[in-house]
């Protein structure tokens, strides 16, 4: 194909080169003009591993040039890929002025096309980007419309510096959210032959993963970071630690715990993080990231209660109460702190619970509903149909088999306001089914 990258920083000299190399005709189109003579020289502009060799090659093969005529790389091209940058105002925000100037002239190019242009946002940039600014101003340089005129797709890179060629040809996966299928089955074919899976999202979607991958990456660091700091304080060996950590792939390095709903509870995971913080403390050590888990969880617990709150019904029907489904066990459950916001604000509640009943319980849990929660004790009923009945909103709390069967066909059938917290489906939200986290 065709390419023009506009943009020639990491992100840009790397994709320029790269797609070289598979076979494509790239334009890289920059305003320095250093890195647009080293370039044409055959020269990398940055320092990158294997990087000058591909520039090198492609420069020799005719496969690559560099220009500061953005207007005629756009006339010779059939793609525009930005990669310009993103930088950071004092207050955080994303100084997007790159974006939108590039997504000026692209659009002054495309007035004079007589074929349809795609333009490519690799830049790093947040949700609603695309629709809030990038598209309407192709729109209006162009007099255009997406879709009809123009095709706009977000395809986020997963490069690291120090081995990003290595990272362009070995990706993780190839994130692409496109305006229409057809443009992003052409931008999909850039990369078939890549050993990576091709994910199709809608844009805001494409928008949001690198930034949630790159969160991570950085909770990563200040996770092991604070283990190291609370193992050396104690004369442990921090990195043997994280070592043993990283060997648990069924739930330490796993999709487990990565799907977004409810807060978390039980006998341990509160407990223990409790403790972590109280080691700490006594040891005079700072650990922000673990000191913030608890005031995190309990946040999650009140937006669940705001979520209620906010579709001005009183009578609700609880589904769920242990801490998680396939058990009795009530100690820290978050459904049992939001129970009791419930009835603490008036709400007429009913409580369901299949493995939650007085009269089977015995030991530790028969005396904490007797003793510490007796009043949601005379909330809970045999049966569930007797909650749905009652509710004027039903709260999922549970993901079972019985729940679902019971729910699913209420959400169908628009009968109830439904707050999910654990997805028993795949509905997306509407007005009467709201998902905590989707």
């Not at 120090?162 to 990369?191: E, H, R």
């Not at 630690?241 to 509160?270: H, Q, W």
């Not at 700490?280 to 700072?286: E, F, Q, V």
């Not at 669940?304 to 001005?312: E, F």
Request: proline letters at 4%; a negative charge.
């Amino acid at each position: 194909m065709d390419i023009s990258i506009i943009g020639l920083g990491y992100v840009g000299a790397v994709c320029s080169a790269c797609m070289a190399k598979n076979g494509h005709s790239v334009i890289g189109v920059d305003v320095n003009q250093t890195k647009l003579d080293l370039i044409n020289q055959g020269k990398s502009p940055i320092v990158e591993k294997d990087l000058d060799a591909l520039i090198l090659d492609a420069v020799k093969d005719g496969r690559l040039k560099a220009t500061s005529d953005i207007k005629n790389a756009v006339l010779e091209s059939d793609i525009s890929i930005i990669c310009v940058g993103t930088p950071s105002y004092s207050n955080g925000g994303l100084d997007l002025d790159y974006v939108r100037k590039v997504c000026e002239e692209v659009g002054n190019a495309m007035k004079q096309k007589n074929r349809r242009h795609i333009v490519v946002m690799r830049s790093t940039v947040l949700p609603g980007t695309a629709y809030d600014l990038a598209i309407p101003t192709l729109e209006k340089a162009s007099g255009l419309k997406v879709n009809e005129g123009f095709g706009y797709v977000s395809n986020p890179e997963f490069l690291r510096e120090s081995t990003a060629v290595y990272d362009f040809f070995n990706p993780p996966k190839t994130v692409i959210g496109a305006s229409c299928q057809q443009d992003g089955d052409q931008i999909a074919s850039l990369y078939t032959d890549l050993p990576a899976p091709i994910i199709r999202v809608d844009i805001p979607t494409a928008e949001m993963v690198k930034y949630t991958d790159n969160a991570w990456h950085a909770v990563k660091v200040t996770f092991a970071n604070e283990i190291g700091n609370l193992a050396k304080e104690q004369g442990i060996d921090g990195q043997k630690v994280m070592e043993i950590f990283c060997m648990d792939k069924k739930l330490n390095l796993s999709p487990y715990y990565f799907r977004p709903g409810f807060a978390f509870g039980g006998s341990c995971l509160p407990k223990d993080v409790r403790a972590i913080n109280y080691k700490a403390m006594h040891l005079d050590l700072k650990t922000p990231l673990l000191n913030s888990l608890l005031n995190s969880n309990a946040d999650q617990i009140r937006r669940a209660y705001q979520m209620i709150k906010a579709t001005r019904k009183r009578k609700v029907g609880l589904l769920g109460l242990s801490f998680k489904a396939g058990t009795d066990d009530l100690r820290e459950s978050p459904l049992v702190e939001l129970a009791e916001m419930l009835i603490g604000k008036g709400f007429d509640l009913r409580v369901y619970d299949r493995n939650v009943h007085l009269a089977s319980l015995t030991g530790g849990n028969r005396d904490y509903i007797l003793n510490h929660i007796p009043h949601i004790s005379n909330l809970l009923r045999e049966h569930i149909e007797d909650v749905i009945e009652h509710a004027e909103v039903l709260v999922v709390g549970h993901n079972t088999d019985e729940i679902t069967t019971k729910v699913e066909p209420l959400i169908r059938q628009d009968t109830h306001h439904i707050i999910d917290l654990v997805r028993i489906t795949d509905q997306t939200s509407t007005d009467k089914y709201q998902g905590i986290c989707w």
